[in-house]
């Protein structure tokens, strides 16, 4: 995919892995109103880092997930690389979601998380929620690994339940 395409990205299915060869935010296109990505039940999106594995992957679509992705994976799904990689786009939960991390690094979300259907997320690499996280839905962390909510913004209202053997929350 090239930057800056305009329109939905819809995934009904199987993997698709996203690799920033540029550190560019936009490998899935425009980034504006009218634009994004729909991940709908069944199907992952995969992010790896930037330049072949060396550094970290940044990406800023906002996006709307479905499910718990291609066998399980997660819908959205961090792996490959050790430095991790960022997502910047807004993440909206259309319905019971997974967000996995599989990597040594961090699969680091940075802005806004609507939790308005339960959340599961973890894996074998760390996640870190930067960004404010609204709605009153669980989030169930499960993995090796842990997991941390850091907003201290305006819009930091989540007002679900927490569940894990491994969770770290700092202001």
Do not use: C, E, K, W
């Not at 936009?26 to 009218?34: C, E, P, R, S």
């Not at 499910?67 to 959205?76: H, I, M, P, T, V």
């Amino acid at each position: 995919m090239t930057g800056g395409r305009p329109g939905v990205t819809t995934l009904n299915g199987g993997m698709t892995l996203l690799a920033n060869l540029a550190n560019s935010s936009t490998a899935l296109g425009a980034t504006t109103a009218g634009n994004g990505s729909v991940v709908n039940s069944g199907a992952t999106m995969a992010f790896g880092p930037i330049n072949g594995g060396a550094g970290n992957g940044t990406f800023a679509d906002p996006i709307t997930i479905n499910g718990d992705g291609f066998r399980n994976n997660g819908a959205l799904r961090s792996f490959m690389g050790v430095n991790g990689t960022v997502y910047s786009g807004v993440i909206t939960l259309g319905s019971a979601s997974r967000i996995q991390a599989d990597q040594t690094g961090t699969f680091t979300l940075t802005n806004a998380l609507n939790v308005s259907s339960n959340l599961m997320l973890g894996g074998v690499g760390f996640i870190s929620i930067s960004g404010a996280v609204s709605g009153a839905s669980d989030i169930t962390h499960y993995g090796l690994s842990g997991f941390r909510m850091t907003s201290t913004a305006a819009g930091q209202n989540y007002a679900g339940t927490l569940n894990s053997g491994s969770i770290a929350t700092f202001p």
